[in-house]
Nanobody, 124 residues
């Protein structure tokens, strides 16, 4: 079992920045890919970005590329999502997730473990 706990959400004005954290505990996560998804009201959960814990390869959704950066701290078993130039359309609950699947898993059904989510609200 892997436990994931997100933090760092909040209210920010358009153009501002936030950093989300996802602390992992339980099983070693060195073989996992860690992803961030988000879900806006009335919409389906969508892929945002992922990082391979081993090697550090990253992938981004087109909508956030150039504005968001995912990173990891091996010593703290924590993944970060730095969000810059935030837009009102980035408003959503952001979820951290973990998977052992290879390749580039971008669909929520490909992930085995999920955090509880953290709310991000961007005002215009």
């Amino acid at each position: 079992q892997v436990q994931l706990v997100e933090s760092g959400g909040g209210l920010v004005q358009a153009g501002g920045s936030l950093r989300l954290s996802c602390a992992a505990s339980g099983r070693t996560v060195s073989n996992y890919a860690m992803g961030w998804f988000r879900q806006a009201p009335g919409k389906e959960r969508e892929f945002v970005t992922l990082i391979k814990w081993s090697g550090g390869s990253t992938y981004y959704a087109t909508s956030v590329k150039g504005r968001f950066t995912i990173s990891r701290d091996n010593a703290k078993n924590t993944v970060y999502l730095q969000m810059n130039s935030l837009k009102p359309e980035d408003t959503a609950v952001y979820y951290c997730a973990a998977t052992l699947r290879l390749g580039v898993p971008t669909v929520q059904s490909e992930y085995d473990y999920w955090g509880q989510g953290t709310q991000v609200t961007v005002s215009s």
